[in-house]
């Protein structure tokens, strides 16, 4: 049972949800799942607010995409009473080969699954009057460790407001299975990727550098808030509307 501090908090998340479903005249929710904890913490407050028979679930493969991480997504919809699809975006991967001049780096291909991921999820929101589900926590938005109008992109994101060391939290006091909470965590965009070792610092590391960081107004006092800082100030972009000139009601 969840005590009075989640509780509540998860309540006015809830709430939330509810809200925007009832406000935009959807139907339900579409969300990705991974294999991971942020889309599981969120699915699981998706399902605890509207019922899991409305909410679809999609995991979306590529050639790296691990066993393991195919049980959890499974099990996690299968336990919520969720409805859940497995499909691999493989076939259109391979069609961006026919672009003129196609690159194909880790980054770039990184950015092309997330974005190519997210379409297929707005497709089906699209069609079927349902609205997308994000999972990203507040760590890695406010890092840019994210994908512009790849999986950055969403209609509600109801982890949001959570650092990643309080979705940790929040999973256990939702009894996130182990198998998911103990996994190392990573975007799955090469074999053996991992989030930590690509930004560089852990996420105890980075959570306290953000506090003390939005504590002291964004002025950092050592070498690590320095760093976490440059992060956040060099990923603004992502996290603001396009400069325009347009002056709009």
């Known amino acids: 049972m969840l005590d009075n501090e989640y509780g509540c908090a998860l309540g006015t998340i809830e709430e939330m949800i509810r ?43 590529t050639s790296v995409t691990r066993d393991e991480d195919l049980l959890d997504a ?27 001049g196609y690159v194909e780096t880790p980054y770039l291909l990184g950015n092309i699954m997330a974005r190519t991921r997210m379409v297929i999820l707005y497709y089906h929101a699209n069609r079927d ?8 926590n507040r760590t890695e938005y406010l890092l840019g460790y994210c994908t512009k109008y790849g999986d950055n992109a969403a209609d ?3 982890i949001l407001h959570l650092y990643k060391t309080e979705v940790f939290e929040y999973a256990r006091e939702l009894g996130i299975p182990d198998t998911i909470i103990k996994k190392t ?8 990727q991992s989030d930590e070792a690509e930004i560089g610092l852990t996420y105890p590391e980075i959570d306290s550098a ?26 603004r972009h992502k996290r603001s509307n396009p400069p325009n000139l347009s002056r709009l009601p």
Request: charged share 15%.
């Open 74 to 100: 499974a099990e996690l919809c299968r336990s919520l009473g969720m409805h859940h699809r497995i499909m691999s975006i493989e076939p259109f991967l391979s069609s961006y080969h026919q672009i003129p």
């Open 156 to 158: 509600l994101q109801p």
């Open 19 to 61: 809200y925007v479903i009832w406000s935009s005249g959807a139907t339900g929710i579409v969300i990705g799942i991974s294999g991971g904890i942020d889309s599981a913490v969120s699915a699981v407050m998706c399902c605890r607010a509207i019922g899991g028979e409305r909410v679809f679930g999609f995991t979306l493969t």
């Open 129 to 136: 009057n349902l609205l997308v589900c994000g999972t990203s």
């Open 210 to 235: 953000l506090k003390a960081l939005e504590k002291n107004r964004w002025e950092s006092t050592n070498r690590l808030e320095e760093r976490v800082l440059a992060l956040v100030n060099k990923s």
């Open 185 to 192: 965590p990573s975007a799955g965009l090469w074999e053996g």
